[in-house]
């Protein structure tokens, strides 16, 4: 994975392995199929079905996109189960890696207070009252990814935000009768 202007995904090409049983990866693979089978490529999911999926407001949802798009026209996949992998099953350090890469809007391994400025003011007022200028100020920005980590960790709001909305996408069935 290289670094490009859309920051890939800390996701790999295929999906995790041992993260999702048999059928868990069954329902992934259906789900992935009805919100591809809105687009016309059918083969990746695009912008406006993945936000709409994964309802995250403005800015956080368009990063969200951008990350999980990579480098593809749309969200392919192994993307799309590595993005919940991540949101559902990953450790703390894929969660900081997936944060970091959406708060990184310019792409230059750094988050300084204009991105954190513009991430925050798209997310809930945090539970500790701080403002967002005071939390941007307080983060002491740029921060390379390790610094980020640990303003994370005293703002667990903002990853928690992020990562309960990568809860995949149920689409309604007709009972069988």
Known sequence: M??????EAPV?????PGRFDARELQYLTE?????????SKKDSIDA???RRAFDLPGLVGERLFAVAQGDHEGVEFSNFVGILAVGLRGDAFEARAL????????GDNKVDEN?????????????????NEELVKGAQAPLDEAQFGRWLRSQPAVADFVL??????VRSRRPVV
């Open 48 to 50: 406006g079905t993945f």
């Open 31 to 39: 789900s992935f199929r009805d919100l591809a089978g809105r687009h």
């Open 115 to 131: 991105e954190l400025r513009a991430m925050l003011n798209h997310f809930p007022p945090q539970g500790d009252g701080l403002t």
């Open 99 to 106: 944060l970091f890469a959406m708060f990184d809007l310019d």
């Open 2 to 7: 290289g670094s490009t202007a859309s920051r």
């Open 164 to 169: 309960k909305a990568l809860v995949p996408p």
């Open 12 to 16: 790999p090409d295929t999906p995790h």
